[in-house]
């Protein structure tokens, strides 16, 4: 069964300091990967995916994120974080066979101001 | 357009009772999921309907989860006899199929389920 590791489950940081949050998936076959975003007391937004292409991909408000099959990975990066940033960010897949989304246990990210 | 809603947005109930939960889909999506988000098991998939198919029941935790979806639209959630582990955020998500695996969901705002 597949499944997705999300390491850093509490992240601070200060304002303007740089992002990078794991993802790590296994499943051996055609995958496509998505970032949510959950922002206090509002409901899950798409902040990117990938389906093909180009493995970087850039989504909303800054945020991108990089597709390593090699490494089965898809780290989401923003070069400065926000005070509105702080979130939970929750790093899914699905896959050929597969319609509905596999959860990482999600990344709480606190900015500091 | 509209987005994804869930009815009702709170709900607490006595443990043993039954509960039904509502999601309206985003008007042409074909596709409509349930979740449920809780502290102890994060984000998991329950089950999912696809146009005229036969829905995807893996995800159900247990034979006291039951969902329709009615006329293609409208899906609600009944959960039998009640149980305090039931207590999670229940969410909704609906897509738009388009051509192999590459749908993308978008989430409603959920309903909080809290069993006494």
């Known amino acids: 069964a597949q499944s997705v590791s999300q390491h850093n489950h509490h992240v601070i940081l200060s304002e303007a300091a740089s992002l990078e949050l794991g993802c790590n998936y296994s499943y051996g076959g055609t995958v496509n990967l998505f970032w949510y975003v959950q922002y206090p007391g509002q409901h899950l937004q798409l902040l990117l995916k990938y389906f093909s292409g180009d493995p970087l991909v850039k989504g909303i408000k800054g945020f991108e994120a990089e597709f390593i099959k090699s490494k089965f990975s898809f780290n989401l990066r923003k070069p400065s974080v926000q005070w509105s940033d702080t979130a939970e960010y929750f790093c899914?897949?699905?896959?050929?066979?597969?319609?509905?989304?596999?959860f990482g246990s999600g990344t709480r990210l606190q900015v500091q101001p | 357009g509209a987005g994804v809603s869930q009815s009702p947005s709170n709900k607490v109930t006595e443990k043993g009772k039954d509960v039904e939960l509502r999601c309206d889909p985003i008007?042409?999506?074909?596709?409509l999921y349930w979740y449920r988000q809780s502290l102890g098991q994060g984000l998991e998939f329950l089950i999912y309907f696809q146009g005229n198919s036969a829905p995807d029941k893996s995800g159900l935790p247990s034979d006291r989860f039951s969902a329709e979806r009615t006329g293609g639209s409208v899906s609600t959630l009944t959960i039998q006899r009640t149980q305090q582990e039931d207590s999670a955020v229940y969410l909704c998500a609906s897509s738009f199929l388009a051509g192999g695996y590459t749908d993308t969901q978008y989430f409603g705002p959920g309903t909080r389920l809290t069993v006494l």
């Open positions: 899914a897949v699905t896959a050929t066979g597969r319609r509905a989304l596999t």
């Open positions: 008007s042409g999506h074909t596709a």
